[in-house]
């Protein structure tokens, strides 16, 4: 059905899903009323999408070509998104970490233009009215954060905005889920950073933090109302303080389709890079040490799907938590510590109480993740222990954005002359040392939650399982070649992300099946095509 009437003029320009600026064509130009408002050369998605990328590589900045880009998005979105895809290892990093973490330190001096939904406590009571503000009736991805953990950055408020914006634009443009469908989301419940919240440029709510039941009331009200209005639509919680990531993820994970990707993303990715690092080192998962540094939600999400791995391996649970050993700014998380968080308790192993230098040299650990979000916490000494420990060492600092990873790669190649084995949370370019190149992985949710995601709408899965999460790791690190690993890379290339999504998307789609977690009938022929035709592709 045609719809009652149809936009014109600088309607359509202003639209930035309808513009197609230059490239209407000269029938599109009368019947729309854009004669006289466009040049007369009529152009090409092609054309256009090389003044774009010559006009952002003009650009002096990182956080420049970030606002130029997110300019892109809001004046003609299949630009933007083919602009991303056919270039997405240049973009990613600057439509998302490392450069959103300063986008969002800045969130409200580069402001431009909303985007997103926003709601305070003041809204408490009528948000499920309000979400119909939103123009969009099929909404099947909802990326939610409060602000209070962004990145390695902390209590950002309002300005965490460009997190769930970030995320959206990936699940576009590495999954395909169409940008219709797509709801980013600010629980703006205040911030206790002072000096942000009385900046007289801060757009958020400016009050200190709501906090217990009167933070949980809101929440839940948030979650009933989209429940209300999009009841299959995914929603993924975003740079929430570790707390609350744990409390809102126990208390919905079993009720809603949702998944926090601090905790669970992170460990998909995480356990993939063990995975592929296993095939360098020649030690059989099963029987691999593997140390924290940080003992937060993501490490401890981390360890989570860990023991879920190891016990697919034929572990108990018990045992296969000796496998893992958190270290925090107290030293070695044991038994007997007081104040430990309920998600560091079974954690706590039973041993003498060490610092971190001492617990690497006794547990000995083939494998160091770090998740601190606190830079140059993997020292020369540090290295230097776990190399002395193992051939080839493997070593994570997954701490975001860049200026916060535990260490650097080139730091890791000299301090370990060359033996370790290293990925990161954000990108480092290669590095030589004593004659080998190195190129290191980077450990990116983005090769986990938009697959994920895509799985779970395309069958409309009720909930999201530790098994889910073990599928897409596996997935993910049966897709590292022999030739990447011989790079020193844990992961495939960025390029290739849309197919590893459609991969990992399949696999999700198959062990939902097996599970009963699929709410729609499983669909006749080829799985992995009826999930490929449903992939929203840019082009005029």
Partial sequence: MKPPFEKKGYDVLHNARLNKSTAFSKEERERLGLRGLLPHSIGSLETQLQRVLAN?????????????????????????????IDNIEEML????????????SEFAQIFRKPKGFYITPDDCGDIRRILDNWPEDDVCVVVVTDGERILGLGDLGANGMGI???????????????????????????????????HPLYLGYPHARITGEDYFDLVEE???????????????????????????????????????????????????????????????????????????????????????????????????????????????????????????????????????????????????????????????????????????PVIFALSNPTSRAECTAGQVYEWSKGKAIFASGSPFKAVTYNGKTFHPGQGNNAYIFPGVGLGAVACSASRLTSEIFL?????????????????????????????????IATNVVEKAYDLNLAREPRPAGDLKLFIATQMYDPHY
């Fill in 56 to 84: 952002l590589r003009r650009k002096t900045s990182d956080i420049e070509r970030y606002i130029f880009l997110i300019a892109l998005l809001q004046r003609n979105e299949t630009l933007f998104f083919r602009t991303i």
């Fill in 93 to 104: 990093p600057l439509i998302y970490t490392p450069t959103v973490g300063q986008a969002c």
């Fill in 164 to 198: 769930p914006i970030g995320k959206l634009s990936l699940y576009v443009a590495c999954a395909g889920i169409h940008p219709s469908r797509c709801l980013p989301v600010m629980l703006d419940v205040g911030s206790n950073n002072t000096p942000l919240r009385t």
């Fill in 222 to 392: 948030f979650i009933l109302a989209v429940q209300d209005k999009y009841p299959k639509a995914l929603i993924q919680f975003e740079d929430f303080l570790t707390p609350n990531a744990f409390a809102l993820l126990e208390r919905y994970r079993n009720r809603v389709l949702c998944f926090n990707d601090d905790i669970q993303g992170t460990a998909a990715v995480a356990l993939a890079g063990v995975y592929a690092a296993t095939r360098i080192t020649g030690v059989d998962f099963a029987d691999q040490t593997i140390m924290f540094l940080g003992a937060g939600s993501a490490a401890t999400g981390i360890g989570d799907l860990m023991v879920s791995a190891f016990v697919e391996k034929g572990l108990g649970e018990n045992a296969a938590r000796q496998h893992l050993w958190f270290v925090d700014v107290d030293g070695l998380v044991v038994a007997g510590r007081r104040n430990l968080m309920a998600h560091n308790r079974p954690y706590a192993h039973k041993h003498e109480q060490l610092g971190f230098i001492d617990a690497i040299n006794k547990v000995r650990p083939q494998v160091l993740i770090g998740a601190t979000g606190t830079p140059d916490t993997f020292t020369r000494e540090v290295i230097t222990a776990m190399s002395s420990v193992n051939e080839r």
């Fill in 471 to 503: 599928v897409a790791a596996q997935t993910l690190a049966d897709n590292v070649t022999q030739n990447e690993l011989d790079r020193g890379t844990l992961y495939p290339p960025l390029a290739g992300i849309r197919d590893l999504s459609l991969r």
